[in-house]
């Protein structure tokens, strides 16, 4: 940054002070959180799912209980607690793109960290229909795939997977409702690049991995050899 610029970040943060987009106290300029918040945004710990990354509650997966998982292994790099939810409402619902970024970076320090999928060949985000694309504007899942793909050094496709059909949204569904909704709900766009590949799929919340199960089926149908999933929070 040359001098000017400089004046006019400094100028901004007078007019605006950075604030924490969780709790409202005085940030660094150029963080999303403060101190405290960012201490609560802390890697998920203690025993997981192998399979889908879910807390293990006395050594039992309830997530898996109900589910027939094809994915090879789910991974949430954080809990969805409250500072969690703040930061992926701002992406969703207030346009913050460089919280999606930000997002992207902690999973590619978690997996440089943690190293749980062995060999990726492609990175491609869960899509969004294209009436909630028109809609929002972007991906979400997008802005962070391409950012960890590019701290990972890895292929991103953006539209590798695309919605077949309009889902009706998720949220007041129970499991089973879910399941039947994104059941054959996406298509895989060029078949040839997934054939005997290891594909990793991003989105933001993993909550029953009903979407994601759907799309790791369009691409094991394809002839994918693999299929991971990666998400930054759990519900
Ligand atoms: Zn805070
Ligand atoms: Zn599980």
Not at 55 to 73: E, N, R, W, Y
Not at 98 to 115: D, M, P, S, T
Not at 199 to 218: E, Q, R, Y
Request: one cysteine or more; hydrophobic letters at 40%.
């Amino acid at each position: 940054m040359n001098w000017i610029t400089h004046l006019i970040s400094d100028f901004l943060d007078l007019l605006y002070p950075p604030v924490c987009f969780h709790c409202g106290m005085r940030t660094e300029p150029g963080q999303f959180l403060c101190k405290s918040c960012q201490s609560e945004l802390a890697f998920l710990e203690g025993e997981l799912c192998p399979v889908c990354g879910t807390p293990l509650h006395l050594g039992i997966c309830d997530t898996c209980a109900g589910s027939q998982f094809v994915f090879d292994k789910a991974v949430s790099i954080f809990s969805f607690n409250p500072v969690c939810q703040s930061l992926i409402h701002h992406l969703k619902y207030k346009d913050m793109v460089g919280v999606g970024r930000y997002l992207g970076a902690k999973a590619a320090e978690y997996c440089k960290e943690r190293n749980p999928f062995s060999a990726i060949d492609l990175v491609a985000p869960i899509p969004l229909h294209p009436v909630r694309l028109r809609h929002r504007g972007f991906n979400q899942a997008g802005v962070i795939a391409r950012a960890f793909a590019r701290q990972m050094k890895l292929s991103y496709m953006p539209h590798l997977v695309v919605r077949a059909r309009y889902t009706q949204t998720q949220t007041k569904l129970n499991r089973v409702q879910r399941q039947k909704n994104v059941s054959q709900a996406f298509r895989v766009k060029k078949p040839h690049l997934v054939q005997g590949r290891t594909i990793l799929i991003m989105d933001d919340v993993f909550t029953t991995g009903a979407t994601a199960n759907s799309v790791a089926k369009a691409l094991l149908n394809q002839g994918a050899e693999r299929v991971y999933v990666l998400t930054i929070a759990r519900a």
